[in-house]
């Protein structure tokens, strides 16, 4: 007889350090994975394929809402200087309150990551795309006894003038196409979504002025886990020398180029991107 399991995507809010934090939930796999989204984004926005076709009887699949983006409002969104750390903390301690506390859910304390990362805790894999990314690369290396195994995409350990010259681009949302923002203005509206992100980009260039531009490159040899870093080679926001980093800083790593791949590369090639780490 074959164990059925849970094809449905459900959704709540847990209390976490202070906030309210929402989250998406699909399958009841032994391998918990988190998925973390990109600035102003959402399980919503952000891993639509993945909550669908990710093999739900392997994972339990989670997407949350980082505080101040999709259904994480209130707080409002702001970004001091330690916000890529606070969203680590708060994601770790989501994942431990929701699966620790849930009967149904037993994962032996242990942390999943996925990479945009799709950071996977609970169980085992934790993936993280864009901020996300780096917000799991924070996670891996404070807290490496609770993740296993990671993917990142479209993420970077420092910020250069290059960077911010790239920021700066997209920091007015009206020259967005439409197409990019069109989903944004739906979940936020318009002035929520326009002013979140002009501070995204003052709040992310600040960090241009640490020693070295480090967001986290001090913490990337505390990474233990087995961890594999996409890029897209036409990746508009993100060098080519970023990945590099990481992957000679890492431990464990692998590097894996998408020739056609951009910025969302796992929403553009979905069926590739989902074969390659779950195969990894």
Not at 69 to 94: C, H, N, Q, T
Request: net charge neutral; aromatic share 10%; charged share 20%.
């Amino acid at each position: 007889m074959y164990a059925k399991w849970s094809t449905a995507v459900t959704s709540g809010k847990i209390e976490v350090n202070g906030v309210h934090l929402h989250y998406q939930q699909t399958g009841d796999g032994n391998h918990a994975v988190l998925l973390l989204p990109g600035m102003l984004g959402s399980g919503q926005t952000d891993f639509g394929p993945q909550l669908k076709s990710m093999n739900k009887h392997l994972f339990t699949v989670v997407a949350w809402d980082p505080r101040g983006y999709g259904k994480s409002i209130p707080p409002v969104r702001d970004f001091p200087p330690d916000f890529f750390e606070r969203d680590a903390k708060d994601a770790v301690d989501l994942m431990q309150v929701n699966f620790f506390c849930n009967k149904e859910l037993i994962f032996q304390n242990r942390l999943l990551k996925i990479g945009y990362l799709l950071p996977a805790f609970g169980g085992d894999r934790s993936q993280g795309w864009s901020d996300g990314g780096i917000t799991a690369l924070i996670a891996a290396a404070k807290y490496p006894h609770l993740i296993h195994k990671m993917v990142v995409w479209g993420a970077n350990a420092s910020v250069t003038a290059e960077d911010v010259n790239l920021y700066s681009a997209i920091r007015d949302v009206s020259k967005w196409s439409e197409k990019a923002r069109k989903p944004m203005e739906e979940m936020y509206g318009h002035e929520y979504f326009s002013k979140t992100c002009e501070a995204w980009v003052d709040g992310i260039s600040q960090l241009m002025h640490n020693p070295n531009g480090s967001i986290c490159q001090t913490l990337l040899p505390y990474i233990k886990c087995p961890t594999l870093i996409i890029h897209g080679e036409k990746d508009p926001l993100v060098p080519r020398f970023h990945p590099e980093y990481l992957h000679k800083h890492i431990k464990e790593s692998q590097l894996h180029f998408m020739p056609e791949g951009k910025h969302n590369l796992h929403l553009r090639f979905a069926e590739e991107f989902n074969r390659l780490k779950v195969h990894r």
